[in-house]
Protein backbone atom coordinates (compact mmCIF):
# COMPACT_ATOMS: atom_id res chain seq x y z
CA UNK A 1 0.00 0.00 0.00
CA UNK A 2 0.90 3.63 -0.66
CA UNK A 3 1.98 5.97 2.04
CA UNK A 4 1.17 9.39 2.14
CA UNK A 5 4.07 11.79 2.60
CA UNK A 6 2.91 12.18 6.49
CA UNK A 7 2.47 8.71 7.40
CA UNK A 8 6.38 8.44 5.96
CA UNK A 9 7.04 10.89 8.40
CA UNK A 10 5.47 9.39 11.27
CA UNK A 11 6.75 5.87 10.24
CA UNK A 12 10.11 7.45 10.50
CA UNK A 13 9.62 9.16 13.50
CA UNK A 14 7.98 5.64 15.12
CA UNK A 15 11.05 3.89 13.70
CA UNK A 16 13.51 5.91 15.73
CA UNK A 17 12.05 5.71 19.01
CA UNK A 18 14.69 2.64 19.29
CA UNK A 19 17.63 4.58 19.42
CA UNK A 20 16.08 4.67 23.04
CA UNK A 21 17.02 0.96 23.75
CA UNK A 22 20.51 1.70 21.84
CA UNK A 23 23.25 1.75 25.24
CA UNK A 24 26.89 2.98 25.02
CA UNK A 25 29.60 2.67 27.34
CA UNK A 26 29.70 6.09 28.97
CA UNK A 27 27.62 6.16 32.62
CA UNK A 28 25.41 8.44 33.56
CA UNK A 29 27.27 10.78 35.47
CA UNK A 30 25.31 9.66 38.80
CA UNK A 31 26.61 6.61 37.73
CA UNK A 32 23.06 4.54 38.09
CA UNK A 33 23.12 3.18 34.66
CA UNK A 34 24.34 3.31 31.22
CA UNK A 35 23.83 6.34 28.54
CA UNK A 36 21.13 5.61 25.60
CA UNK A 37 22.20 7.01 22.12
CA UNK A 38 18.93 9.02 22.25
CA UNK A 39 19.18 10.88 25.43
CA UNK A 40 23.26 11.21 24.54
CA UNK A 41 21.69 12.82 20.75
CA UNK A 42 19.78 15.61 23.44
CA UNK A 43 22.76 16.35 25.42
CA UNK A 44 25.02 16.65 22.59
CA UNK A 45 22.11 19.50 20.72
CA UNK A 46 22.34 21.05 24.08
CA UNK A 47 26.19 21.12 24.11
CA UNK A 48 26.31 22.77 20.33
CA UNK A 49 23.39 24.98 21.63
CA UNK A 50 25.35 26.52 24.48
CA UNK A 51 29.12 26.11 22.92
CA UNK A 52 29.26 27.58 19.30
CA UNK A 53 31.11 29.96 20.55
CA UNK A 54 34.44 28.04 20.88
CA UNK A 55 33.98 26.50 17.91
CA UNK A 56 37.22 26.92 15.58
CA UNK A 57 35.44 28.14 12.60
CA UNK A 58 32.40 29.75 11.93
CA UNK A 59 29.60 27.63 12.56
CA UNK A 60 26.16 27.54 11.68
CA UNK A 61 24.63 26.77 15.43
CA UNK A 62 21.29 25.17 14.20
CA UNK A 63 22.92 23.27 11.30
CA UNK A 64 25.07 21.51 14.11
CA UNK A 65 22.12 21.00 16.44
CA UNK A 66 20.04 18.92 13.34
CA UNK A 67 23.71 17.37 12.55
CA UNK A 68 23.99 15.98 16.17
CA UNK A 69 19.92 15.16 16.73
CA UNK A 70 20.18 12.51 13.70
CA UNK A 71 23.96 11.16 13.74
CA UNK A 72 23.42 8.63 15.70
CA UNK A 73 20.00 7.16 14.18
CA UNK A 74 22.07 4.45 12.31
CA UNK A 75 22.74 2.59 15.67
CA UNK A 76 19.65 1.41 15.64
CA UNK A 77 20.56 -1.07 12.84
CA UNK A 78 24.81 -1.21 13.52
CA UNK A 79 24.68 -0.74 17.30
CA UNK A 80 27.34 1.99 18.88
CA UNK A 81 31.00 1.11 17.99
CA UNK A 82 32.78 2.40 21.35
CA UNK A 83 35.70 4.77 21.22
CA UNK A 84 38.01 2.23 23.30
CA UNK A 85 36.73 -0.62 21.03
CA UNK A 86 39.10 -1.35 18.14
CA UNK A 87 36.59 -2.08 15.92
CA UNK A 88 37.85 -2.06 12.25
CA UNK A 89 36.34 1.31 10.91
CA UNK A 90 35.97 0.32 7.31
CA UNK A 91 33.44 -2.18 7.87
CA UNK A 92 31.78 -0.16 10.38
CA UNK A 93 31.34 2.97 7.77
CA UNK A 94 29.70 0.39 5.37
CA UNK A 95 27.26 -0.98 7.96
CA UNK A 96 26.67 2.76 9.00
CA UNK A 97 25.97 3.92 4.89
CA UNK A 98 23.68 0.69 4.32
CA UNK A 99 21.42 1.62 7.92
CA UNK A 100 21.49 5.14 7.05
CA UNK A 101 20.24 4.69 3.69
CA UNK A 102 17.49 2.05 5.08
CA UNK A 103 16.30 4.30 7.83
CA UNK A 104 16.13 7.92 5.76
CA UNK A 105 14.41 6.18 3.05
CA UNK A 106 11.44 5.67 5.23
CA UNK A 107 10.86 9.71 4.44
CA UNK A 108 9.05 11.28 1.80
CA UNK A 109 11.22 13.10 -0.50
CA UNK A 110 12.85 15.78 -0.46
CA UNK A 111 13.60 15.41 3.42
CA UNK A 112 15.26 11.79 2.36
CA UNK A 113 17.72 13.60 0.74
CA UNK A 114 18.59 16.33 2.58
CA UNK A 115 18.73 14.65 5.94
CA UNK A 116 20.79 11.66 3.89
CA UNK A 117 23.46 14.66 2.66
CA UNK A 118 23.50 16.30 6.77
CA UNK A 119 24.29 12.11 7.91
CA UNK A 120 27.01 12.32 5.70
CA UNK A 121 28.35 15.99 5.91
CA UNK A 122 28.53 14.63 9.57
CA UNK A 123 30.58 11.66 8.72
CA UNK A 124 32.79 13.19 6.43
CA UNK A 125 33.86 15.76 8.99
CA UNK A 126 35.11 18.16 6.53
CA UNK A 127 33.15 21.62 6.96
CA UNK A 128 33.41 23.85 9.53
CA UNK A 129 29.49 22.79 11.13
CA UNK A 130 30.81 18.85 11.02
CA UNK A 131 33.88 19.34 12.24
CA UNK A 132 32.79 21.14 15.46
CA UNK A 133 29.98 18.61 15.75
CA UNK A 134 32.20 15.65 15.61
CA UNK A 135 34.46 17.78 18.14
CA UNK A 136 31.40 18.06 20.60
CA UNK A 137 30.83 14.45 19.74
CA UNK A 138 33.87 13.44 21.33
CA UNK A 139 33.90 16.01 24.16
CA UNK A 140 30.73 14.86 25.80
CA UNK A 141 32.28 11.56 27.11
CA UNK A 142 35.79 13.17 27.64
CA UNK A 143 33.53 15.19 30.04
CA UNK A 144 31.98 12.37 31.43
CA UNK A 145 34.90 10.36 32.41
CA UNK A 146 36.41 13.52 34.07
CA UNK A 147 33.17 13.85 35.81
CA UNK A 148 32.81 10.23 37.16
CA UNK A 149 36.56 10.64 37.74
CA UNK A 150 37.71 7.98 35.62
CA UNK A 151 34.74 6.30 33.70
CA UNK A 152 35.23 4.12 31.08
CA UNK A 153 39.11 5.06 31.19
CA UNK A 154 39.52 3.17 34.25
CA UNK A 155 37.09 0.70 32.93
CA UNK A 156 39.05 -0.03 29.82
CA UNK A 157 42.69 0.74 30.90
CA UNK A 158 43.08 3.77 28.89
CA UNK A 159 46.54 5.57 29.31
CA UNK A 160 46.89 9.33 29.22
CA UNK A 161 48.58 9.17 25.54
CA UNK A 162 45.60 7.04 24.71
CA UNK A 163 43.56 9.91 25.84
CA UNK A 164 45.05 12.04 24.23
CA UNK A 165 45.32 10.19 21.01
CA UNK A 166 41.80 9.05 20.72
CA UNK A 167 40.01 12.24 21.65
CA UNK A 168 42.88 15.27 21.15
CA UNK A 169 42.46 15.40 17.25
CA UNK A 170 39.06 15.81 16.92
CA UNK A 171 38.28 17.71 20.04
CA UNK A 172 41.32 20.41 18.60
CA UNK A 173 40.37 20.51 15.25
CA UNK A 174 36.81 21.51 15.64
CA UNK A 175 37.11 23.45 19.25
CA UNK A 176 40.54 24.03 20.21
CA UNK A 177 39.77 26.00 23.14
CA UNK A 178 37.36 23.14 24.85
CA UNK A 179 40.53 21.06 23.86
CA UNK A 180 42.59 23.54 25.77
CA UNK A 181 40.28 22.62 28.90
CA UNK A 182 40.48 19.07 28.23
CA UNK A 183 43.97 19.31 28.12
CA UNK A 184 44.46 20.31 31.80
CA UNK A 185 42.13 18.04 33.23
CA UNK A 186 43.45 15.01 31.77
CA UNK A 187 46.49 15.62 32.55
CA UNK A 188 45.35 16.65 36.32
CA UNK A 189 43.24 13.21 36.28
CA UNK A 190 45.97 10.83 35.25
CA UNK A 191 48.06 13.11 37.96
CA UNK A 192 45.75 11.57 40.52
CA UNK A 193 44.58 15.62 41.16
CA UNK A 194 40.89 16.54 41.49
CA UNK A 195 39.88 17.47 38.02
CA UNK A 196 36.90 19.32 36.62
CA UNK A 197 35.28 21.98 37.88
CA UNK A 198 33.71 22.57 41.58
CA UNK A 199 30.50 22.05 42.19
CA UNK A 200 28.62 24.97 43.58
CA UNK A 201 26.61 25.00 47.01
CA UNK A 202 23.23 24.42 46.55
CA UNK B 1 35.46 31.12 43.58
CA UNK B 2 34.68 32.98 40.41
CA UNK B 3 33.83 30.68 37.44
CA UNK B 4 35.22 31.83 33.60
CA UNK B 5 32.08 31.76 31.18
CA UNK B 6 33.52 28.52 30.03
CA UNK B 7 33.06 26.77 33.75
CA UNK B 8 29.48 28.38 33.85
CA UNK B 9 28.37 26.78 30.44
CA UNK B 10 29.78 23.11 31.45
CA UNK B 11 28.22 23.47 34.77
CA UNK B 12 25.08 23.97 33.55
CA UNK B 13 25.86 21.00 31.08
CA UNK B 14 26.69 18.58 33.91
CA UNK B 15 23.75 19.71 36.30
CA UNK B 16 21.28 18.64 33.17
CA UNK B 17 22.47 15.12 33.03
CA UNK B 18 19.91 15.08 35.64
CA UNK B 19 17.22 14.72 33.63
CA UNK B 20 17.75 11.81 32.00
CA UNK B 21 16.65 9.94 35.32
CA UNK B 22 13.18 11.88 35.34
CA UNK B 23 10.55 9.18 34.33
CA UNK B 24 7.77 10.28 32.44
CA UNK B 25 4.53 8.38 31.98
CA UNK B 26 4.43 7.35 28.65
CA UNK B 27 6.52 3.54 27.47
CA UNK B 28 8.90 3.53 24.84
CA UNK B 29 7.10 1.77 21.74
CA UNK B 30 8.36 -1.46 22.41
CA UNK B 31 6.86 -1.12 26.07
CA UNK B 32 10.43 -2.28 27.93
CA UNK B 33 10.50 0.55 30.42
CA UNK B 34 9.37 4.10 30.47
CA UNK B 35 10.52 6.99 28.68
CA UNK B 36 13.06 9.59 30.68
CA UNK B 37 12.35 13.29 29.97
CA UNK B 38 15.98 14.25 27.71
CA UNK B 39 15.36 10.74 25.37
CA UNK B 40 11.75 12.64 24.97
CA UNK B 41 13.33 16.14 24.55
CA UNK B 42 15.84 14.57 21.74
CA UNK B 43 12.36 12.79 20.16
CA UNK B 44 10.32 15.72 20.22
CA UNK B 45 13.08 17.79 18.44
CA UNK B 46 13.33 15.39 15.67
CA UNK B 47 9.30 15.74 15.40
CA UNK B 48 9.97 19.83 15.21
CA UNK B 49 12.73 18.68 12.46
CA UNK B 50 10.65 16.28 10.33
CA UNK B 51 7.02 17.62 10.80
CA UNK B 52 7.29 21.45 10.63
CA UNK B 53 5.24 21.76 7.14
CA UNK B 54 2.54 20.73 9.03
CA UNK B 55 2.43 23.96 11.76
CA UNK B 56 -0.64 26.03 11.46
CA UNK B 57 1.34 29.31 11.49
CA UNK B 58 4.96 29.93 9.77
CA UNK B 59 7.19 28.72 12.55
CA UNK B 60 10.93 29.14 12.25
CA UNK B 61 11.89 24.98 12.32
CA UNK B 62 15.17 25.92 13.93
CA UNK B 63 13.57 28.01 17.18
CA UNK B 64 10.77 25.55 17.78
CA UNK B 65 13.80 22.81 17.95
CA UNK B 66 15.64 24.95 20.04
CA UNK B 67 12.62 25.49 22.43
CA UNK B 68 12.16 21.59 22.90
CA UNK B 69 15.17 20.83 23.69
CA UNK B 70 15.09 23.20 27.09
CA UNK B 71 11.19 23.18 27.35
CA UNK B 72 11.38 20.21 29.64
CA UNK B 73 15.00 20.69 31.64
CA UNK B 74 12.93 22.46 34.92
CA UNK B 75 11.64 18.95 35.84
CA UNK B 76 15.10 18.31 36.94
CA UNK B 77 13.85 20.16 40.22
CA UNK B 78 10.38 19.57 39.81
CA UNK B 79 9.44 16.03 38.21
CA UNK B 80 7.17 15.66 35.12
CA UNK B 81 3.47 16.45 35.53
CA UNK B 82 1.55 13.72 33.96
CA UNK B 83 -1.54 14.77 31.39
CA UNK B 84 -3.68 12.58 33.59
CA UNK B 85 -2.62 13.92 37.08
CA UNK B 86 -4.76 16.52 37.61
CA UNK B 87 -2.53 18.44 39.61
CA UNK B 88 -2.72 22.26 40.04
CA UNK B 89 -1.48 24.09 37.16
CA UNK B 90 -0.63 27.46 39.23
CA UNK B 91 1.16 25.24 41.93
CA UNK B 92 3.37 23.55 39.12
CA UNK B 93 3.72 27.09 37.29
CA UNK B 94 5.16 28.34 40.00
CA UNK B 95 7.54 25.63 41.15
CA UNK B 96 8.53 25.51 37.37
CA UNK B 97 9.34 29.28 37.42
CA UNK B 98 11.63 28.88 40.38
CA UNK B 99 13.35 25.50 38.36
CA UNK B 100 13.53 27.46 35.47
CA UNK B 101 15.55 30.70 37.05
CA UNK B 102 18.13 28.38 39.17
CA UNK B 103 18.90 26.30 35.95
CA UNK B 104 19.25 28.88 33.62
CA UNK B 105 20.94 31.21 35.98
CA UNK B 106 24.15 28.63 35.90
CA UNK B 107 24.37 29.75 32.74
CA UNK B 108 26.79 33.18 31.74
CA UNK B 109 25.12 36.36 30.35
CA UNK B 110 23.49 36.70 27.86
CA UNK B 111 22.98 33.01 27.71
CA UNK B 112 20.79 33.08 31.10
CA UNK B 113 18.83 35.53 29.44
CA UNK B 114 18.21 34.40 26.53
CA UNK B 115 17.21 30.64 27.13
CA UNK B 116 15.29 31.81 30.34
CA UNK B 117 12.94 33.59 27.41
CA UNK B 118 12.71 30.90 24.75
CA UNK B 119 11.34 28.75 28.20
CA UNK B 120 8.93 31.60 29.04
CA UNK B 121 8.10 32.11 25.41
CA UNK B 122 7.18 28.56 25.00
CA UNK B 123 5.27 28.25 28.47
CA UNK B 124 3.00 30.95 27.67
CA UNK B 125 2.25 29.50 24.19
CA UNK B 126 1.35 32.68 22.45
CA UNK B 127 3.68 32.86 19.69
CA UNK B 128 3.38 30.46 16.42
CA UNK B 129 6.36 28.78 17.27
CA UNK B 130 5.55 27.93 20.76
CA UNK B 131 2.09 26.46 19.85
CA UNK B 132 3.32 24.64 17.67
CA UNK B 133 5.98 23.58 20.09
CA UNK B 134 3.30 22.59 22.60
CA UNK B 135 1.12 20.84 20.01
CA UNK B 136 4.04 18.38 19.56
CA UNK B 137 4.34 17.73 23.01
CA UNK B 138 0.84 16.96 23.45
CA UNK B 139 1.03 14.50 19.92
CA UNK B 140 3.78 12.88 20.72
CA UNK B 141 2.76 10.71 23.68
CA UNK B 142 -0.77 10.61 22.14
CA UNK B 143 0.83 8.87 19.14
CA UNK B 144 3.07 6.63 21.85
CA UNK B 145 -0.97 5.67 23.01
CA UNK B 146 -1.92 4.99 19.30
CA UNK B 147 1.04 2.70 18.89
CA UNK B 148 1.06 0.43 21.68
CA UNK B 149 -2.53 -0.25 21.23
CA UNK B 150 -3.82 2.11 24.30
CA UNK B 151 -0.55 2.55 26.66
CA UNK B 152 -1.18 5.45 29.48
CA UNK B 153 -4.84 5.85 28.48
CA UNK B 154 -5.96 1.82 29.71
CA UNK B 155 -3.67 2.49 32.50
CA UNK B 156 -5.67 5.25 33.74
CA UNK B 157 -8.87 4.42 32.18
CA UNK B 158 -8.67 7.60 30.15
CA UNK B 159 -12.07 7.68 28.04
CA UNK B 160 -12.69 8.83 24.17
CA UNK B 161 -13.87 12.39 25.38
CA UNK B 162 -11.04 12.76 27.93
CA UNK B 163 -8.10 12.24 25.04
CA UNK B 164 -10.49 14.21 22.99
CA UNK B 165 -10.47 17.20 25.69
CA UNK B 166 -7.05 16.57 27.01
CA UNK B 167 -5.12 16.46 24.01
CA UNK B 168 -7.25 18.07 21.37
CA UNK B 169 -7.40 22.16 22.03
CA UNK B 170 -3.63 22.04 22.14
CA UNK B 171 -2.78 20.03 19.28
CA UNK B 172 -5.35 21.33 17.02
CA UNK B 173 -4.54 25.53 18.12
CA UNK B 174 -0.76 24.38 17.04
CA UNK B 175 -1.06 21.63 14.16
CA UNK B 176 -4.92 21.13 12.73
CA UNK B 177 -3.35 18.16 10.20
CA UNK B 178 -1.81 16.49 12.70
CA UNK B 179 -4.79 16.68 14.68
CA UNK B 180 -6.95 15.44 12.27
CA UNK B 181 -4.89 12.33 11.83
CA UNK B 182 -5.12 11.97 16.08
CA UNK B 183 -9.00 12.51 15.44
CA UNK B 184 -9.41 9.43 12.97
CA UNK B 185 -6.99 6.84 15.31
CA UNK B 186 -8.76 8.08 18.54
CA UNK B 187 -12.10 6.95 17.21
CA UNK B 188 -10.41 4.17 15.98
CA UNK B 189 -8.55 2.94 19.05
CA UNK B 190 -11.79 3.47 21.30
CA UNK B 191 -14.20 1.53 18.64
CA UNK B 192 -11.99 -1.04 19.08
CA UNK B 193 -10.44 -1.05 15.86
CA UNK B 194 -6.54 -0.77 14.88
CA UNK B 195 -5.33 2.74 14.82
CA UNK B 196 -2.47 4.04 13.63
CA UNK B 197 0.23 3.24 10.26
CA UNK B 198 0.43 -0.11 9.09
CA UNK B 199 4.36 -1.61 9.43
CA UNK B 200 6.27 -1.98 6.75
CA UNK B 201 7.73 -5.38 6.21
CA UNK B 202 11.38 -5.09 6.82
CA1 LIG C 1 7.20 17.53 27.58
Known amino acids: MQLTALEKQLSFLREIDRLKTVIRQSPLLDQSRRENSAEHSWHLAMYALILS ?9 NRVIQM ?4 DVVEIDVGD ?13 EQESRAAARLFGLLPEPQRKEFLSLWQEFEHAETEDAKFAKALDRFQPLLINI ?26 RGAPELWAVCERWVSQHFSGQAAGIPKQAD
Open 53 to 61: EHARGPVNT
Open 68 to 71: LLLH
Open 81 to 93: FPIHGGSSSELQA
Open 147 to 172: FTGGGTWTENGVSLEQVFSRYGPVIK
